[in-house]
């Protein structure tokens, strides 16, 4: 099982000088979700994804910066996050149903 995922993003972040093309994703640890309700990072809940992100993101996203990104980009680093807590069998399932549709 892979730990990490990178993520491409649409629309890069700026900060200052740099600009962020790519953001690094990790499994969270329990204390990563600490003060969150796991219902609502499962539902990808804006606000639970905004406090999550910045503590498993590589570079470190910002909150200001989360709540700047693209709403493309956002629901592509929340859908790598919800895919951390799925067993493969489920993430199997997931991927067949898409491709039925």
């Known amino acids: 099982m892979h730990d ?6 649409l629309q890069p972040i700026k900060r200052g000088d740099e600009e962020i093309r790519e953001v ?6 329990v ?12 539902q990808m809940d804006v606000n639970a994804l905004s406090v999550l992100l910045p503590r498993i993101s590589q ?3 910002l909150p200001d910066e989360v709540a700047g990104l693209d709403p493309a980009d956002f629901m592509t680093l929340a859908a790598r996050v919800v895919g951390f807590f799925m067993t493969p069998e489920a993430k199997a399932e997931a991927e067949a149903e898409l491709r039925l549709n």
């Open 4 to 9: 990490e995922g990178t993520v491409r993003l």
């Open 59 to 61: 570079p470190a996203l």
């Open 31 to 42: 204390g990563a979700l600490r003060g969150l309700k796991l219902t609502n990072v499962l």
């Open 24 to 29: 690094a994703i990790r499994i969270p640890s």
